[in-house]
């Protein structure tokens, strides 16, 4: 069965820049989308972006661009989130969710969590 | 951004007992395909979101046929006909119709 498997937890300071990454296992790579998901601390989920794997094909939410990058490496099946000056607003849990369609019968998996904390 | 609202927003419910929990959006849903790009949600307690149902009213494997959805354009249903305790958490609307996809607040189903 097709996993996601993200990276682990973060304690960064304001300013400060960090990737987190999204592995995905078998052969779901060439026909997957990504999309990363924020959940801020006690709250509901948001679509921060989404990209295809095969061809890395990203579309950015309006609220979030500008604000992260989202990338792919087919050769090491990983996608990536990337902040390049984080604030204290960027604490959060963030999600990966894979899947060849979001929207149709095909199922959608979930990454465990990053858990990543900017505090001075 | 299409708004997505639920209702209600905290769901006390006794064991055995029907809920249900409605969705409404800002636009149509109906995309030019005739699809209706609507899924439900649900996040147990420190679990990653998974999908109950897709396209509105299609229940996704492995899920049971206690959920199920409905509705059209504008309005949308999740009903559960008998609440179970593994059922508690979070349940979420969210579209895909129009980019960027967008989730309603949330739904806290609590046992009573």
């Known amino acids: 069965e097709v996993q996601l498997v993200q990276s682990g937890a973060e304690v960064k300071k304001p300013g400060e820049s960090l990737k987190i990454s999204c592995k995905t296992s078998?052969?779901?790579?060439?026909?997957?989308?990504i999309g990363w998901v924020r959940q801020m601390p006690g709250k509901g989920l948001e679509c921060m972006g989404i990209?295809?794997?095969?061809?890395?094909?990203?579309r950015y939410n309006p609220s979030f661009q500008g604000q992260v990058t989202i990338s792919a490496d087919k050769s090491i099946s990983t996608a990536f989130l990337q902040w390049r000056g984080l604030r204290a607003s960027d604490t959060a849990i963030y999600y990966c969710?894979?899947?060849?369609?979001?929207?149709?019968?095909?199922?959608?998996?979930w990454g465990q969590g990053t858990l990543v904390t900017v505090s001075s | 951004d299409v708004v997505m609202t639920q209702s209600p927003l905290s769901l006390p419910v006794t064991l055995g007992q029907p809920a249900s929990i409605s969705c409404g959006s800002s636009q149509s849903l109906v995309y030019i395909d005739g699809n209706t790009y609507l899924n439900w949600f649900q996040q147990r307690p420190g679990q990653s979101p998974r999908r109950l149902i897709y396209k509105v009213s299609n229940r996704d494997s492995g899920v049971p046929d206690r959920f199920s959805g409905s509705g059209s354009g504008t309005d949308f249903t999740l009903k559960i006909s008998r609440v179970e305790a593994e059922d508690v958490g979070v349940y979420y609307c969210?579209?895909?119709?129009?980019?960027?996809?967008?989730f309603g607040q949330g739904t806290k189903l609590e046992i009573k």
């Open positions: 990209i295809h794997l095969r061809d890395s094909d990203t």
């Open positions: 078998g052969d779901s790579f060439a026909t997957f989308w």
């Open positions: 969710a894979g899947g060849s369609d979001f929207w149709s019968g095909p199922p959608i998996f």
């Open positions: 969210v579209q895909g119709t129009h980019w960027p996809y967008t």
